[in-house]
């Protein structure tokens, strides 16, 4: 074989092991869709604007929101909202008549008992701080994988998956908009990642949880 050929040869058979490689690195675009489908159900949650969060105050001993009385319009009509749609529920009487998280677990000695109001004297309304309230996220859409749009294979037991996410905002979502400021959407598109065990490509929070071990 002359210099030329083997040139040739060399550029072919390398040309061929890349195919043959790529065709091996992560799973088929159909694999990672039917896992993906398989998956934990895909978070539909929307999330409250900062200042909103600002001026609420968490009770998180005694899973509340409160707001304010004074300065807080803004946060009690979006409160308000939330328990219009369901997202959460008033908080009992019997609850607004007792001192606040911070209070009742400090000493006498750092807040004397004279000095002690209940919630009704500083807030206008407490709510239940249920779900992930405390992080400001609320379920407002129904979410499911659409198409897988990218697999990179980051070693050859590992990929990342880019998929698009078709996402059904559900009708509440106008008049929580509407009194509490345009809420941050789920994402259009997510990424998971991949391992490759003895059954094959799983998921990695499947893998994880003891679904797989990894090659």
Not at 37 to 55: F, H, M, N, R, Y
Request: proline share 6%; charged share 20%.
């Amino acid at each position: 074989m002359n210099a030329a050929r083997r040139v040739v040869a060399c550029v072919t058979w390398a040309g061929l092991a890349l195919l043959l490689a790529g065709c091996g690195n992560g799973p088929s675009k159909s694999q990672a869709f039917d896992a993906i489908q398989a998956g934990p159900k895909e978070d539909g949650s929307c999330t409250l604007p900062v200042d909103i969060l600002k001026q609420v105050k968490m009770q998180y001993t005694t899973k509340g929101i409160c707001v304010p009385k004074e300065g807080a319009d803004k946060a009690k009509a979006c409160m308000n909202a939330l328990v219009a749609a369901g997202v959460t529920k008033p908080m009992p009487a019997d609850y607004m008549v007792t001192w606040p998280d911070e209070v009742s677990s400090a000493s006498l000695t750092d807040i004397p008992a004279y000095e002690r109001r209940a919630r009704a004297l500083i807030y206008s309304g407490c709510v239940e701080l249920s779900g992930n309230l405390r992080d400001g996220r609320f379920p407002c859409a129904d979410v499911h994988a659409a198409k897988v749009m990218k697999v990179t294979a980051t070693d050859d037991t590992h990929a990342d998956v880019e998929y698009e996410r078709a996402v059904a905002l559900r009708p509440m979502i106008t008049a929580v908009d509407a009194a509490c400021g345009t809420v941050t959407r789920p994402p259009g598109e997510s990424t998971v990642g991949f391992v490759k065990t003895d059954a094959g490509w799983v998921l990695a929070s499947a893998a994880a949880a003891g679904d797989g071990g990894a090659n």
